[in-house]
C-alpha cells in the first residue's frame, strides 16, 4: 500500500537546463497538488489537476514552468531553463476525491529537492 | 490578507510539558484551519484539521483551539515527548486544496 512516490529525491540542475519531477498518486487517487517550499518557509500552492485536466494553474508561474496528469503514468511538473531561484523542495500530495469544500485528507509524498547550480 | 502568521519560529520544551503554536490569520473567508507535521527529510502529515464552527478540538495529545472573532488558532501539545520534535505548520483555506500555509514552527522536545 505505497503513498505518494515522487522522483527523483534530489536534483541537480545547470541553469538554463530543464528539470522534471514526477509524482505517482496513491493507488486509485486521481487528484494531485504540486507545492514549492523555500526553506524556512512554508508550502506554497502551485497546480491541482485531475486526470488529464488542470484544474487550477493560479500558483505556478506562468512561463518555464507546466504540469499534467495523463491518463496513464505519474504527474510530471516539467520547469524549464531553470534559474538559481528555482531551488526549493518540491512536494506533490494525492486525493481520492477533490478536496473543494470537502473533508477529503491529501497525502503528501517525500518531496523532489531541486538544487540549481 | 492571504498570509497567516505562526509563530513562534522554534520553541524548545522539556519533555512532559506543554507545547503551544500560534497562528492569526486576516481572512475572514477561510473555513478550514488544518495542522501538519513535518519530520525532516519527509513529506507535511496532516495532523489535526478544525472547521470555524467550533471553539476546540482535541485527538490523543493534540488539541486545537480556535478564537473565530481574534482570528486566531493554536495548537496545544500536552506531556511532550521527544517523538513529536519536528516542524509544524498552520494552515488555512477557503475549501481545502489552495492552502496558505505558515511559515512553520520547529519544535524540540528535551528528554
Known amino acids: 500500500n505505497a503513498g505518494v512516490m515522487q522522483n527523483p529525491r534530489h536534483l541537480v540542475r545547470r541553469r538554463g537546463q530543464e528539470a522534471r519531477l514526477r509524482c505517482s498518486p496513491v493507488k486509485g487517487h486521481s487528484h494531485v497538488y504540486w507545492y514549492r517550499q523555500l526553506p524556512e518557509e512554508g508550502l506554497k500552492f502551485m497546480v491541482y489537476l485531475q ?63 531541486l538544487t540549481v547550480v | 490578507q492571504q498570509q497567516v502568521k505562526q509563530s513562534p519560529q522554534s520553541l524548545i520544551v522539556q519533555k ?67 517523538g513529536d520534535s519536528a516542524t509544524y505548520f498552520c494552515a488555512a483555506s477557503k475549501g481545502n486544496y489552495q492552502l496558505i500555509w505558515g511559515a512553520g514552527t520547529k519544535l524540540i522536545i528535551k528528554p
Open chain 1, 51 to 113: 486526470k488529464e485536466n488542470i484544474i487550477d494553474e493560479s500558483g505556478m508561474p506562468k512561463e518555464r514552468f507546466s504540469a499534467e496528469f495523463p491518463k496513464e503514468g505519474p504527474s510530471i511538473l516539467r520547469i524549464q531553463q531553470v534559474v538559481r531561484g528555482d531551488s526549493a523542495a518540491y512536494f506533490c500530495a494525492s486525493s481520492p476525491s477533490s478536496m473543494i469544500g470537502g473533508n477529503t485528507e491529501a497525502f503528501f509524498g517525500q518531496g523532489t529537492r
Open chain 2, 16 to 82: 512532559g510539558g506543554i507545547s503551544i503554536i500560534n497562528c492569526a490569520y486576516e481572512n475572514t473567508a477561510f473555513d478550514y484551519f488544518p495542522w501538519y507535521q513535518q519530520f525532516p527529510g519527509k513529506g507535511p502529515a496532516l495532523l489535526i484539521a478544525i472547521r470555524p464552527d467550533v471553539s476546540e478540538k482535541k485527538e490523543g495529545r493534540f488539541t486545537i483551539s480556535f478564537n473565530k472573532s481574534a482570528k486566531q488558532f493554536s495548537l496545544h501539545i500536552m506531556d511532550s515527548q521527544p
